[in-house]
T-cell receptor, first 113, second 107 residues
Framework: EAGVVQSPRYKIIEKKQPVAFWCNPISGHNTLYWYLQNLGQGPELLIRYENEEAVDDSQLPKDRFSAERLKGVDSTLKIQPAELGDSAVYLC???????????FGQGTRLTVV | RKEVEQDPGPFNVPEGATVAFNCTYSNSASQSFFWYRQDCRKEPKLLMSVYSSGNEDGRFTAQLNRASQYISLLIRDSKLSDSATYLCVLGGFKTIFGAGTRLFVKA
C-alpha cells in the first residue's frame, strides 16, 4: 500500500512569490495534518483536518498561509507571499484517528531566497 | 513552559551502551504518548507507543509516569543504526512533538 505522498520534494522560490504543496494521504485515513519543521526542531502543527473540515488551524498564519482538503482526500498548503523565514520542511501526515500513529510523507523542503 | 520538553542532547555513546531519554509534558489530560524516530533528512516514523503499564519492544523499553508527567525511552545494547533523533509525542487533538533528542552511537 502506498504511503503518504507529497510533492514537490524540493522547492526554491524568491521571496514574495507564491508556493503550493500537495499531499495525498494513505487511503482511508480521515485525519490529515500539515506540519512545519525547522532545522533542529520537532514538527510543529499548522493545521489538522478531519475529512474535509479544518478542525484545528490555530497555528496557521492565516495572513499568508492557506490550506484546503477538497473531498476529504488530497490536500494543498499554500503560502502567498513567501518570506525568507518560511524556509523549512513542510510535512504532511495522516492517521485513522487522533490517538493513533501518524504516518508522514517525505516532506517538501522549501528554500526562500 | 513548553508542552513537551526533551533534553536535546546530543548523546554520544559507544556501541553496546544503554542510554535513556526522558520527556516531560505539561498537559495532565494527555491521553496517548509515542516515541518517534527521525533519521537525518527523513520523515519521522513511529518507534513505539507508550502505555501506562510500560511496554518493551526488543532492545527498546518505554515507560509512562502520569503522576510526574514524564515518559522515558530506554535503549539497551545500542547499535550504530540507532543513531537518529528521538521525538517524544503527545497524541490527541493536538498531536504535539518535542524538539527531539539526538543520539550518536559510535563504534
Amino acid at each position: 500500500e502506498a504511503g503518504v505522498v507529497q510533492s514537490p520534494r524540493y522547492k526554491i522560490i524568491e521571496k514574495k512569490q507564491p508556493v503550493a504543496f500537495w499531499c495525498n494521504p494513505i487511503s482511508g485515513h480521515n485525519t490529515l495534518y500539515w506540519y512545519l519543521q525547522n532545522l533542529g526542531q520537532g514538527p510543529e502543527l499548522l493545521i489538522r483536518y478531519e475529512n474535509e473540515e479544518a478542525v484545528d488551524d490555530s497555528q496557521l498564519p492565516k495572513d499568508r498561509f492557506s490550506a484546503e482538503r477538497l473531498k476529504g482526500v488530497d490536500s494543498t498548503l499554500k503560502i502567498q507571499p513567501a518570506e525568507l523565514g518560511d524556509s523549512a520542511v513542510y510535512l504532511c501526515a495522516s492517521s485513522d484517528g487522533v490517538n493513533t500513529e501518524a504516518f508522514f510523507g517525505q516532506g517538501t523542503r522549501l528554500t526562500v531566497v | 513552559r513548553k508542552e513537551v520538553e526533551q533534553d536535546p542532547g546530543p548523546f554520544n555513546v559507544p556501541e553496546g551502551a544503554t542510554v535513556a531519554f526522558n520527556c516531560t509534558y505539561s498537559n495532565s489530560a494527555s491521553q496517548s504518548f509515542f516515541w518517534y524516530r527521525q533519521d537525518c533528512r527523513k520523515e519521522p516514523k513511529l518507534l513505539m507507543s507508550v502505555y501506562s503499564s510500560g511496554n518493551e519492544d526488543g532492545r527498546f523499553t518505554a515507560q509512562l509516569n502520569r503522576a510526574s508527567q514524564y515518559i522515558s525511552l530506554l535503549i539497551r545494547d545500542s547499535k550504530l543504526s540507532d543513531s537518529a533523533t528521538y521525538l517524544c509525542v503527545l497524541g490527541g487533538f493536538k498531536t504535539i512533538f518535542g524538539a527531539g533528542t539526538r543520539l550518536f552511537v559510535k563504534a
